[in-house]
């Protein structure tokens, strides 16, 4: 039963990552970094880190992704959204950080999870 289950989880993580991923390209979002967790940590299976050209780039993709999440039948929430420097989106068993370049690069968070990075 237990391995039903996480099967079903992973899944439905493998879906909601391809959705990010596909949003944020159309939306021409920059560096796009998937990060896989699964196995290493309990906060989510993936971590998506992409950047916006500006604070109206970074809200437009945040609002557009959460938008395709919905049309899809899959519930986010989401923090930063009105400073737009860097927004957090926790998609179920998907967390997705977009950022403009200079708060990216401030903060690192490749660096931090560089180990779990998923070849593109």
């Known amino acids: 039963m237990a391995e039903k289950v996480n099967k079903q989880m992973q899944d439905t993580a493998e879906k909601i990552l391809e959705i990010v991923k596909k949003t944020l390209d159309d939306g021409k979002a920059e560096d796009i970094a998937v990060i896989d ?46 400073k737009a420097d860097w927004v957090l989106i926790d998609a179920f068993d998907v967390i997705v950080h977009i950022f403009r370049p200079e708060v990216r690069s401030f903060y690192s968070l490749e660096k931090m999870w560089a180990a779990f990075k998923k070849p593109e």
Do not use: P
């Open 37 to 82: 967790l699964a196995g290493k940590t309990s906060i989510a299976s993936y971590m998506v880190v992409a950047s916006g050209t500006s604070n109206r780039h970074v809200a437009f993709l945040a609002e557009n992704l959460q938008q395709k999440l919905k049309e899809n039948g899959y519930v986010s929430t989401a923090e930063g959204e009105d």
